[in-house]
């Protein structure tokens, strides 16, 4: 609705969105950025107007939106990620420019709403990048929602207004497991546990010759991008994510004027890049996973995933050099996959694997 209340454009057409479904694809709605004409500027960007009224109240824009979005969409989108990365502050990127106890309405808002539109609908908390704050020595922004909504003395009834917390992580395959870690633990504090979602992860290349991006912060081989799939997709399993998302499958016009840096899978030209593959090769030995467990953390990284009648071991060096790792043998032969799919069976000696 970038024009008026009365405005309706679809963000995806029903044959698209049939399409994606068809395919077995979950679809998830982010729910983000007020229009310039809903906007309350005494609380600053982002922040609807008429958002203190109550939830089905025909003057709270951002509830009469949101119950319009969700009715028309249950039962095909039913997992809604409410706001992106509130926690980046005064930038070029900054979507919410409210308080925190601000967010904390338009959560108790978003909830009412999506519960009532949609029964079978779950809420997502924002996806948080973590570092915008951790790098500047800022308290972090999920913290600091979390004690808004743990003071309202009505918002355990409601389950604190959100069912799902939602990470993005981005260049480091280690943050994976180390930020899942974190915040779960960090639900636990204010007595909470849900269910995390990586809703984003990549590391974009910088020297693709197709798009090479000149006095990159983080120098990034092609090789480095598909190994990064690989390693953090395992780590994120261990790290206790529910769900974890690659952003994104391709390239598209508008990027550019986003991110100096190539995210997709895919070029724009349909061309694959190396982590496509190692993608596919992740999605295929990862698949039903139970439960991951990172068993080794020195010069070399083991994780171990956990899917029912089958485990998969991902093994890593964690320096430049190379690594003899020796794994104990489950079964009397395993499939030994390398990142770019390439599958021999191997047998153990004496009851182990040396790799």
Same mark, same amino acid.
């Given at each position: 609705q970038p024009d008026g209340s009365e405005q309706w454009n679809l963000p995806i057409s029903d044959d698209q969105l049939a399409g994606e479904l068809a395919q077995g694809r979950q679809v998830v709605g982010l729910v983000t950025n007020a229009p310039g004409w809903a906007t309350d500027l005494s609380k600053g960007v982002g922040v609807p107007q008429g958002l203190y009224l109550g939830h089905s109240d025909p003057n709270n824009l951002w509830g009469r939106f949101l119950a319009a979005l969700v009715s028309r969409y249950a039962g095909r989108i039913d997992h809604w990620i409410i706001w992106n990365e509130p926690d980046i502050w005064e930038s070029y990127h900054q979507s919410w420019g409210g308080s925190v106890n601000d967010f904390a309405q338009l959560m108790r808002v978003s909830y009412f709403v999506v519960k009532e539109a949609n029964p079978? $609908?779950? @809420?997502? *908390? =924002?996806? @948080?990048?973590? %570092? %915008?704050?951790?790098?500047? $020595?800022?308290?972090?922004?999920?913290r600091r929602l979390l004690k808004a909504l743990t003071a309202d003395p009505t918002a355990s009834a409601s389950n604190y207004y959100f069912d799902v917390a939602t990470l993005h992580i981005y260049f480091r395959s280690e943050d994976m497991y180390d930020l899942p870690v974190f915040y779960h633990n960090l639900m636990r504090e204010y007595g909470m546990e849900k269910p995390l979602w990586i809703?984003?992860?990549? *590391?974009?290349?910088?020297?693709?010759?197709?798009?090479? @991006? =000149?006095?990159?912060?983080?120098?990034?081989?092609?090789?480095?991008?598909?190994a990064y799939i690989v390693q953090a997709m395992a780590l994120g @399993?261990? $790290?206790g994510a529910q769900r974890i998302a690659v952003f994104k499958m391709i390239d598209t016009e508008r990027d550019l004027a986003a991110n100096p840096e190539p995210f997709g899978l895919v070029r724009a030209d349909g061309t694959r890049r190396p982590a496509f593959t190692a993608y596919r090769v992740a999605t295929t030995y990862l698949a039903g996973f139970r439960s991951g467990r990172w068993e080794r953390r020195d010069d070399a990284s083991v994780v171990v995933i956990d899917r029912g009648a089958q485990l998969t071991t991902v093994v890593w060096s964690r320096t430049p050099g190379s690594q003899t790792v020796i794994l104990p043998a489950q079964t009397t032969r395993a499939l030994l996959v390398d990142m770019w799919g390439r599958a021999r069976t191997v047998y153990p000696e004496r009851g182990y694997y040396t790799l």
């Open positions: 079978n $609908g779950i @809420v997502h *908390a =924002p996806a @948080v990048t973590h %570092w %915008w704050d951790a790098n500047y $020595g800022r308290e972090l922004y999920f809703a984003e992860t990549n *590391a974009p290349p910088s020297n693709d010759p197709a798009r090479p @991006v =000149p006095d990159a912060p983080f120098p990034i081989s092609l090789e480095h991008q598909a @399993v261990a $790290g």
